[in-house]
């Protein structure tokens, strides 16, 4: 719980901004949320002439990426997504180049079956999440459909080693638990598995199919691993000890002994471990001071490939397990790698790599020979990439002293004499943290000049254990007051900050809202994304898939005193403290944070005569994916921007 000095100074600005919200009610009404004016319309607007300062968003949003790589069995083609058509579609590099093979909705999975003969991948409706899943052939000639849409939710399982059948889970229509079902992909036929548990997800296939490693939520940074036997339909706990950990990228060995996995169960840190099955032990292989992340075995076995989160940067790790030796991996940009993922067949491994100046690309390691190639070659929407800024990882204590954690942009020209404004970004999850990827709004404003603090609050992941779960229950305010101590700190850094907004999606959007109402005298603006302003509604009406972490990450809505405390962490709460301009974006079709949060806070702070500038997107749902909604989102931040903080020191023209 928040001490009580704080809450006095919140009632002070409390009878402060009723005082100013009886004033504003002599302002004509404004319009309401769902009103024409709030959903976004395409605007004509030049790229301008490449080469030129200051380029507009849509060059930046232009600069794409290659993600979700999945090769071939034999290692000879890939399958990725890419919107370089607009929004996300499936595209194979083969030995003739690449080719695009879907063409509908954007796309959000694909998974290269092992058997060779086709790609599995999934779509859903204008970002509803309800997904269905199809199965395309590499020359994207021959389709048919998995799995129908519906109004269920979806998670994907993966296809077993065979390639034969595909796990997923799903809820019932309305239902909040789910289920484990397992497909036939040449007939179609599915069965269902495991019957009715909230938040249970398959991870990993035996590699006889005849079993699946299960994960069930703990939380969002916990879970527990189960088994369930297909022959005898019973599931039994694996990994489940009295401390939450987390269990992630299962990996087994050919031979179905055991599979190696990362997991920070007994530590801080995140290990590289393997689980003997039959002994059912778990043994430490790697313990670095810091997180392993992903983990990728080789389909014979014989390499063992990791990477290691360094400060938020990835470092690569690859052993010869026949040998115990450690292979090199030269030439990887610096960046995050986001995904490692092997031929089923051969000894090649892809890397997904982003980084501040590679948007998104796909390299390729021959294990064997120890070459590394680059596959894929995105443009970089005529922008020089040496040009983009590479972040420092810097770090500062916050108001209780606890040390908190971030990346630092500084915009080129910055001097003691001309402070940039900044803005201070708030990641979602909470459990996530800011990472050196690329990231287009951040380069985009950076070129303008403003200074960009990409913020790891406490809950956030990458710091251990401890430091993810110190926003936890009624902790959670103290994540909030983080805020202020990141402006108080960027005051000493010859940084403007007397000229600071804030800006953040899904609970940086919660984040965003509770900054310019709990800490009215902080920030100068506010930019928010798909937020939570009312934690009751919102944990009420959030996707089962949340609602199966929520209750670990939050509490229990159903209780009374749990309920209050959510009344009283909420935004709307406070809304008629707020003083600085919002800008708030929002999805439709959101399923995560119902569009109804967007709205009740733009019409609370209308009616009150607020400055608060709304984009509700009517073909979106808990992101915007779309190309032009997002080149309209942009430009109308970039214009937010420079009426509330101000220009940036960037001096913009041809």
Not at 362 to 372: E, F, I, K, M
Request: hydrophobic share 40%; proline share 7%.
């Amino acid at each position: 719980m928040v001490g009580g000095k704080f809450w006095s100074v919140l009632v002070s600005l409390a009878l402060l901004a009723a005082s100013a919200g009886a004033a504003a009610q002599t302002k004509p009404p404004a319009p309401a949320p769902s009103a024409p004016e709030d959903v976004p319309v395409p605007v004509p607007g030049s790229l301008g002439l490449a080469g030129a300062r200051c380029a507009d968003i849509s060059r930046y949003l232009n600069a794409r990426a290659a993600v979700n790589p999945s090769l071939s069995p034999d290692g000879g083609e890939l399958v990725y997504r890419t919107g370089v058509s607009g929004q996300p579609q499936l595209w194979v590099n083969g030995p003739d180049g690449p080719r695009q093979i879907t063409f509908g909705e954007s796309v959000n999975i694909a998974a290269w079956s092992p058997a060779g003969d086709g790609i599995a991948y999934s779509v859903d409706r204008g970002g509803d999440e309800r997904e269905g899943y199809y199965f395309i052939s590499p020359d994207g000639k021959r389709e048919r459909e998995l799995v129908a849409p519906a109004d269920s939710f979806r998670v994907w399982g993966g296809f077993s080693r065979d390639g034969s059948q595909v796990a997923y889970a799903a809820t019932e229509p309305g239902k909040a638990d789910f289920n484990v079902y397992v497909l036939t992909v040449a007939t179609g036929q599915t069965r269902r598995v495991l019957s009715g548990q909230a938040g249970i997800y398959p991870v990993a296939w035996r590699p006889d199919g005849k079993a699946l490693v299960l994960s069930r939520v703990r939380g969002e940074d916990a879970n527990d691993l189960l088994y369930l036997d297909l022959t005898t339909g019973q599931a039994s706990d694996l990994l489940a000890p009295p401390e939450a950990s987390a269990y992630t990228q299962i990996a087994w060995t050919p031979d179905g002994k055991g599979f190696y996995l990362s997991t920070n169960q007994d530590r801080d840190f995140a290990a590289l471990a393997y689980y003997d099955f039959a002994a059912r032990k778990l043994r430490t292989v790697e313990t670095p001071a810091h997180d392993v992340e992903a983990v990728a075995l080789s389909g014979d076995g014989r390499y063992l490939a990791w990477s290691e989160n360094v400060g938020g940067f990835s470092e690569a790790r690859l052993r010869d397990l026949r040998t115990n030796r450690t292979v090199p991996i030269l030439g990887l940009p610096k960046g995050v790698i986001q995904t490692l993922s092997w031929a089923e067949r051969a000894p090649r491994l892809a890397f997904q790599v982003s980084g501040p100046q590679v948007p998104g690309d796909v390299w390729v390691l021959n294990a064997q020979r120890g070459d590394l190639k680059r596959v894929t070659k995105s443009a970089t929407g005529g922008l020089d990439e040496s040009t983009f800024v590479i972040p420092a990882a810097v770090s500062f204590k916050s108001h209780d002293g606890e040390t908190i954690y971030g990346l630092l942009y500084r915009p080129a020209g910055a001097t003691t004499r001309t402070l940039p404004p900044a803005v201070v970004m708030v990641h979602g999850g909470p459990t996530a943290q800011a990472r050196p990827d690329f990231d287009a709004a951040t380069q985009y404003l950076v070129a303008r000049g403003y200074a960009i603090l990409d913020l790891n609050f406490r809950g956030s992941t990458g710091y251990g254990k401890r430091f993810a779960r110190l926003d936890n229950g009624r902790l959670r305010p103290n994540a909030v007051k983080d805020m202020a101590s990141a402006v108080e700190w960027l005051g000493t850094q010859d940084l403007d900050n007397r000229r600071v907004a804030v800006m953040g999606g899904s609970y940086g959007g919660y984040m965003t809202f509770a900054a310019l109402t709990t800490l009215p005298d902080v920030f100068q603006a506010g930019v928010g994304f798909v937020g939570v302003s009312n934690w009751v509604t919102a944990l009420e009406g959030a996707s089962p898939q949340l609602k199966a972490s929520d209750r670990y990450e939050y509490g229990n809505i159903d209780d009374p005193a749990e309920r209050e405390f959510f009344t009283q962490l909420s935004p709307i709460t406070y809304v008629k403290q707020v003083r600085s301009p919002l800008m708030v974006l929002h999805g439709a079709n959101d399923p995560r944070d119902p569009v109804g949060e967007a709205d009740q806070l733009v019409d609370a702070l209308r009616s009150q005569g607020g400055d608060v500038e709304y984009l509700r997107f009517p073909d979106e749902g808990h992101s915007i994916r779309k190309l032009t909604n997002r080149v309209i989102a942009y430009r109308r931040i970039a214009a937010f921007l420079e009426r509330t903080i101000g220009k940036g020191i960037a001096v913009c023209g041809g």
